[in-house]
T-cell receptor, first 114, second 110 residues
Framework: EAQVTQNPRYLITVTGKKLTVTCSQN?????MSWYRQDPGLGLRQIYY???????DKGDVPEGYKVSRKEKRNFPLILESPSPNQTSLYFC?????????????FGPGTRLTVL | RKEVEQDPGPFNVPEGATVAFNCTYS??????FFWYRQDCRKEPKLLMS???SGNEDGRFTAQLNRASQYISLLIRDSKLSDSATYLC???????????FGAGTRLTVKP
């Protein structure tokens, strides 16, 4: 089954404790992206990757890191989480060489930073 | 000003009603347009792409007005299962950059 998976789905942590949210896709997509979703603000892009070893900042990259060592994986790293990073996070992937390419989303990770 | 603006709703309609959502976007370089559907606490999923000539998929009709930078979604004969949040999405080809509206919430009641 074609899908994007994320882990963990739910996480409660404390300020300053490093964490990683994994994302994996099995559709051989070049493009992967991380978003956060907050009430009233919609989906905002954190980082994206156009292909292996190619990553770039989105609109809200502060406090986050990513890596793209393999095509299928795109982990999101919070080196020192803070309460303002409490949010719902989505990973997404798609092909890039298409005008109407669908983005496929993972199921989401609900993060609470105390 | 937000890049993609939608009426947040909520829209509360009875089954069988016709409901329309509107969306405006600010970036004239936007080249592709979509409506995504998001159920409560779930991930967004593509509902339909929006083409320049307008397009229809069953009970759903999408329209695009590039001159006014305006997109619409019409749902006819609403079903209970249509209850969800509808996200307007615009894309610029550069960097595959997709911009999401905050969503319009629809509740269809019996």
């Amino acid at each position: 089954e074609a899908q994007v998976t994320q882990n963990p789905r739910y996480l409660i942590t404390v300020t300053g404790k490093k964490l990683t949210v994994t994302c994996s896709q099995n559709m051989n997509h070049e493009y992967m992206s991380w978003y956060r979703q907050d009430p009233g603000l919609g989906l905002r892009q954190i980082y994206y990757s156009m292909n292996v070893e190619v990553t770039d900042k989105g609109d809200v990259p502060e406090g986050y890191k990513v890596s793209r060592k393999e095509k299928r994986n795109f982990p999101l790293i919070l080196e020192s989480p803070s309460p303002n990073q409490t949010s719902l996070y989505f990973c997404a992937s798609s092909y890039i060489l298409a005008e109407y390419n669908e983005q496929f989303f993972g199921p989401g990770t609900r993060l609470t930073v105390l | 000003r937000k890049e993609v603006e939608q009426d947040p709703g909520p829209f509360n309609v009875p089954e069988g009603a016709t409901v329309a959502f509107n969306c405006t976007y600010s970036n004239s370089a936007s080249q592709s347009f979509f409506w995504y559907r998001q159920d409560c606490r779930k991930e967004p999923k593509l509902l339909m792409s929006v083409y320049s000539s307008g397009n229809e998929d069953g009970r759903f009709t999408a329209q695009l007005n590039r001159a006014s930078q305006y997109i619409s979604l019409l749902i006819r004969d609403s079903k209970l299962s249509d209850s969800a949040t509808y996200l307007c999405v615009v894309k610029a080809l550069r960097n595959n950059d997709m911009r999401f509206g905050a969503g319009t919430r629809l509740t269809v009641k019996p």
